[in-house]
Nanobody, 114 residues
Framework: QVQLVESGGGLVQPGGSLRLSCAASGFTFRSYTVAWYRQAPGKEREFVAHITRDGIVDYADSVQGRFTISRDNDRNTVYLQMNSLKPEDTAVYYC????????WGQGTQVTVSS
């Protein structure tokens, strides 16, 4: 069974950093694109970043230049390095496999507050 398990969320002050991890199992990890989405209170879930099997990355405009997505195929893990965090980054962050079929993790809470 496909499993995606996020970790690394927490409380951080504005301007701070966090690194999220998504541990994958149940499929051939290195063959698939993996993405990060987030959902803030009262808002729809939105795209944050993705990384393809070949390491090609894409970012939402709102996080461009601050967040970095990466993957370690030997560990079946995708990461999201989050720098210069803003209060508007506060959300539950989810990793997901968009195809084959689509699958979601359970999410990890990121709170950016003074």
């Amino acid at each position: 069974q496909v499993q995606l398990v996020e970790s690394g969320g927490g409380l951080v002050q504005p301007g701070g950093s966090l690194r999220l991890s998504c541990a994958a199992s149940g499929f051939t990890f290195r063959s698939y694109t993996v993405a990060w989405y987030r959902q803030a209170p009262g808002k729809e879930r939105e795209f944050v970043a993705h990384i393809t099997r070949d390491g090609i990355v894409d970012y939402a405009d709102s996080v461009q230049g601050r967040f970095t997505i990466s993957r370690d195929n030997d560990r079946n893990t995708v990461y999201l390095q989050m720098n210069s965090l803003k209060p508007e980054d506060t959300a539950v962050y989810y990793c997901m496999r968009p195809v084959g079929p689509r699958s979601w993790g359970q999410g990890t809470q990121v709170t950016v507050s003074s």
